[in-house]
């Protein structure tokens, strides 16, 4: 099988990841800050450790900033649910992935919140900036936004959205579900309030693992309780990071795989793997733009390192769901076709109908794999 569905998940994942999995389940199967054993302590260190590495590659205030959850929706749903307030306004891009408009239209038809859906204009910063400007009101308490779409791979400008809503006292939260491990994230420089992870992604982890990074000595209620393991005669949660949303078991497997992916990326370098991967998809835009019946969706800004290494494309005789089944059954490449949780995007894009096929390759996907799948799609649409 070829593997190009990367922005779903990574696949493989690198050795090393594999490894730490297999460690934690058989050397570190204890339960951390629950027992005053010599195997439960050494399990919460390895836990410590993993944050500490965490929060370096994420200039993270400190290791207690780094929450662990169950994956980046989670972590969305926690930061909504547990930093909102009744009333409070919040503003999305017009690029959302579901994990941030569900959630947010929740609390909407609740009655709780209310929110307004700022456009994103491809290729230009300062209208897209202008946007979500005319949009805050005096109830304005979060922006909320991604950092890389899902379906295209374009990149906001969150730098400086942030110091749009810090200007008007108002919280940021990046939603990095297709930029953590694509583009460098720097909490301390770039001032993000909330940083929200998948480590099944490009932080090369394994599934069921998700970051929560909170920064600016922000406060969340949590959106589950229970045991912490820590001031455990109190019946409210503790009001200290991590222990504060990280209520039950954790789960060792995930977080030292984890950290072995992101002690990856970090050996690989940021860079280098964005600039292997974005030759696979700029060879593989300049073969397909030639083709009449591929309409290439979003890529209208020329500027360099402005979009994730993702291409989408829409075909005029095959919906992209049958042309993605296709490319399965016939050629075994795996690539997704349909509307990727993304309607807000699919909206923007004028794809709503059809839906777009992804290409999405990963540090271990070949210039081969990339020709095959070209060839594959020039007999398809013959």
């Not at 930061?79 to 891009?93: E, F, Q, T, W, Y």
């Given at each position: 099988m070829i593997y190009l569905d990367n922005s779903a998940t990574?696949?493989?994942?690198?050795?090393?990841?594999?490894?730490?999995?297999?460690?934690?389940?058989?050397?570190?199967?204890?339960?951390?800050?629950?027992?005053?054993?010599?195997?439960?302590?050494?399990?919460?260190?390895?836990?410590?450790?993993?944050?500490?590495?965490?929060?370096?590659?994420?200039?993270?205030?400190?290791?207690?900033?780094?929450?662990?959850?169950?994956?980046?929706?989670?972590?969305?749903?926690?930061?909504?649910?547990?930093?909102?307030?009744?009333?409070?306004?919040?503003?999305?891009?017009?690029?959302?992935?579901?994990?941030?408009?569900?959630?947010?239209?929740?609390?909407?038809?609740?009655?709780?919140?209310?929110?307004?859906?700022?456009?994103?204009?491809?290729?230009?910063?300062?209208?897209?900036?202008?946007?979500?400007?005319?949009?805050?009101?005096?109830?304005?308490?979060?922006?909320?936004?991604?950092?890389?779409?899902?379906?295209?791979?374009?990149?906001?400008?969150?730098?400086?959205?942030?110091?749009?809503?810090?200007?008007?006292?108002?919280?940021?939260?990046?939603?990095?579900?297709?930029?953590?491990?694509?583009?460098?994230?720097?909490?301390?420089?770039?001032?993000?309030?909330?940083?929200?992870?998948?480590?099944?992604?490009?932080l090369y982890g394994p599934m069921g693992i998700g970051l929560l990074l909170i920064g600016n000595d922000n406060t969340v209620d949590p959106l589950i309780a229970g045991g912490t393991g820590s001031v455990s005669a109190e019946p409210a949660m503790p009001d200290f990071y991590p222990d504060r949303l990280e209520a039950g078991t954790q789960n060792i497997s995930g977080i030292l795989g984890l950290k072995a992916g992101v002690d990856f990326v970090r050996q690989r370098g940021i860079d280098r793997i964005y600039q292997q991967e974005s030759q696979l998809i700029d060879r593989l835009y300049r073969s397909l733009r030639r083709h009449d019946s591929l309409h290439l969706i979003g890529r209208t800004d020329e500027r360099e390192g402005v979009y994730a290494p993702v291409l989408a494309f829409a075909a005029d005789h095959t919906d992209s769901e049958t042309l993605a089944e296709q490319l399965s059954q016939q050629y075994r490449i795996a690539v997704r076709g349909g509307l990727h949780c993304a309607p807000l995007a699919h909206k923007a894009l004028g794809t709503i109908d059809s839906g777009v096929v992804r290409i999405a390759p990963s540090v271990f996907t070949s210039t081969e794999e990339m020709n095959i799948l070209h060839s594959a799609l020039s007999r398809i649409e013959q």
């Open positions: 990574t696949y493989p994942k690198p050795p090393q990841v594999i490894r730490a999995v297999q460690s934690a389940v058989k050397a570190y199967g204890f339960n951390p800050g629950r027992g005053g054993y010599r195997q439960s302590i050494r399990t919460a260190q390895k836990v410590y450790e993993a944050r500490e590495a965490i929060a370096s590659f994420f200039h993270a205030p400190s290791p207690e900033a780094v929450i662990f959850t169950p994956g980046c929706t989670q972590s969305i749903n926690t930061v909504i649910k547990g930093a909102l307030r009744h009333g409070d306004h919040v503003i999305l891009s017009s690029l959302e992935h579901n994990a941030v408009y569900r959630p947010v239209y929740q609390l909407s038809r609740m009655g709780e919140i209310t929110f307004d859906i700022a456009d994103v204009v491809i290729g230009d910063d300062e209208a897209t900036i202008h946007h979500f400007r005319q949009a805050i009101n005096r109830h304005t308490r979060m922006i909320l936004c991604t950092h890389a779409s899902n379906v295209i791979g374009y990149r906001l400008p969150t730098e400086r959205l942030c110091a749009l809503a810090h200007s008007y006292g108002i919280l940021f939260c990046l939603d990095a579900a297709q930029s953590a491990g694509v583009f460098p994230i720097d909490m301390s420089n770039d001032g993000y309030d909330f940083v929200c992870c998948p480590g099944h992604k490009y």
